[in-house]
């Protein structure tokens, strides 16, 4: 009688074989790929309840979706939300939208972009969480995946509306894999198509070539490099040069002022890298979820011109460890990360790798503590309150297809089916006045992109104008053209 048998008699099983355990054990990119999923579905659930809580608003979701509407109908994307006849294309180089107008056409609504933009997002987890379980181990790797997928810089950017940088995401996050990898060509083609998402992007293309010259081990790979190194940037000035103040309402580009040196190299310091302390704490905020480790990885130079710009630029908001700046800097910093860990060295292994491994956790935690994420597992992160339910309840009385004034927290839950504008341009000595007036006078926005004494100076006009009191409930008016 054979050994099988006796343990089969005895209710006994033999255990399995190393062979068969490893093929139990999910590989790379079955982890890469729940990791991805998973995400995709939180991003979604994040964006889509935070909308229904009325926390999205006319910049930037209301803009997108017009714009996206408009390519979907084969138009040129005009947004009423940023002025009457103001091409997108003029704000930002960002033809990459067009694609989702197939989708939007199939189910036009804000819903679309958001989901579009959990997809995009999540994405950028699959190269990330499959590169890093392939450098450090499965468990590792998970560990990373899922530290990427809540880090702040993209809880933050799903939270706040939607942007064309979700595009960019996951193209960084699988340039970054294909340089580590040495897949020069695979590199080159992932990283080409930014220079569509956005103008300032076409610099990060350049840094890309910069790498492929420094690291590239043929004349090819470099030749390859240094064209990457001119195209990049000379798409950045041929965007913002020419074909932004081509598509631009006042024929120039609007964030002159914004940009680093545009007031002359006297007003360009190295100082002002470090000035306002407030940029301390986005370079701690950057350098804290990777255990600080990932900057001494060669990758890091992908960074470095979205942070140029950013810690020199006159906008405040470009400092702040906040919005959907971050967004793109978090598959560059991963995956410096992950190209640490997979280098050689006695580190990768003992207390130095589990000390890195368990910062890494433990900031994700923090992060998903202090950012949206946990609006995910509070109860009133999944109900509208009193105030969002009168609000849909009250819009319901402006009829689709009409003209509309709205204010930012209102005109994205119109914009699919009417012609919105801002409440606090124009008004009803305009050469056509809004069918309709809504106006949210709780709405928090009350500095951007509408002051508050500017909107209710219109709403003063408007109702001098003859308007009609629709409702008027909790704050919220409705008024409607005699």
């Not at 702040?320 to 800097?329: D, F, G, M, N, T």
Request: proline share 8%.
């Amino acid at each position: 009688m054979n050994l099988t048998l006796l343990e089969r008699r005895s209710g006994r099983t033999a255990p399995p074989k190393p062979e068969e355990r490893r093929r139990t054990v999910p590989g790379p990119n079955a982890v890469a790929l729940a990791v991805t999923c998973l995400f995709a579905v939180v991003y979604a659930l994040l964006s889509i309840t935070r909308h229904r809580r009325m926390l999205s608003s006319a910049f930037d979701l209301g803009i997108f979706e017009q714009a996206v509407s408009a390519y979907a109908q084969g138009r040129a994307p005009l947004v009423e939300l940023k002025g009457p006849g103001y091409n997108l294309l003029g704000d930002h180089f960002h033809p990459v939208l067009a694609a989702l107008a197939p989708a939007y056409r199939l189910a036009p609504g804000p819903i679309t972009l958001l989901l579009a933009q959990a997809v995009l997002m999540a994405l950028a987890c699959l190269p990330l969480t499959r590169w890093a379980c392939r450098a450090a181990g499965r468990r590792a790797g998970l560990l990373i995946g899922l530290a990427f997928g809540s880090s702040w810089g993209m809880v933050s950017a799903v939270a706040f509306d939607f942007h064309e940088i979700a595009f960019a995401v996951p193209l960084l996050a699988f340039t970054v894999e294909a340089l580590a990898a040495r897949r020069w060509r695979a590199a080159v083609l992932w990283a080409l198509p930014l220079v569509l998402v956005k103008e300032d992007l076409g610099l990060t293309v350049g840094a890309v070539g910069g790498y492929l010259l420094w690291r590239g081990d043929r004349r090819a790979v470099r030749r390859g490099g240094l064209a990457l190194l001119v195209l990049g940037p000379a798409a950045t000035v041929l965007e913002t040069l020419v074909l932004l103040p081509m598509a631009n309402t006042n024929g120039v580009f609007d964030y002159w002022n914004q940009v680093p040196g545009a007031e002359g190299l006297t007003g360009l310091s190295p100082f002002l890298l470090f000035w306002p302390p407030v940029k301390w704490l986005l370079l701690f905020m950057l350098a804290a979820p990777v255990a600080f480790v990932a900057v001494r990885s060669p990758l890091v130079l992908l960074a470095a011109p979205t942070l140029g710009w950013r810690l020199l630029g006159a906008n405040e908001h470009y400092w702040e460890p906040s919005y959907h700046y971050s967004a793109v800097l978090m598959p560059v910093l991963f995956g410096a990360l992950v190209h640490r860990l997979g280098q050689a060295g006695g580190w990768r292994r003992g207390r130095a790798r589990r000390l890195v491994l368990g910062w890494v956790a433990a900031f994700a935690v923090v992060g998903a503590v202090v950012y949206p994420l946990r609006d995910l597992v509070l109860p009133g992160g999944w109900t509208p309150n009193a105030h969002v339910r009168t609000a849909h309840r009250l819009l319901a009385q402006v009829p689709d297809g009409a003209t509309v004034a709205a204010s930012n927290r209102l005109s994205p839950l119109l914009v699919s089916r009417a012609t919105v504008s801002l409440a606090c341009q124009g008004g009803p000595e305009a050469a056509d006045p809004p069918r309709w007036v809504v106006i949210d006078r709780t709405d928090p926005t009350v500095q951007s992109p509408c002051p508050e004494a500017r909107t209710l100076e219109r709403l003063a006009a408007y109702r001098a104008a003859g308007y009609l009191t629709v409702a008027e409930e909790d704050g919220v008016i409705v008024l409607r053209r005699p």
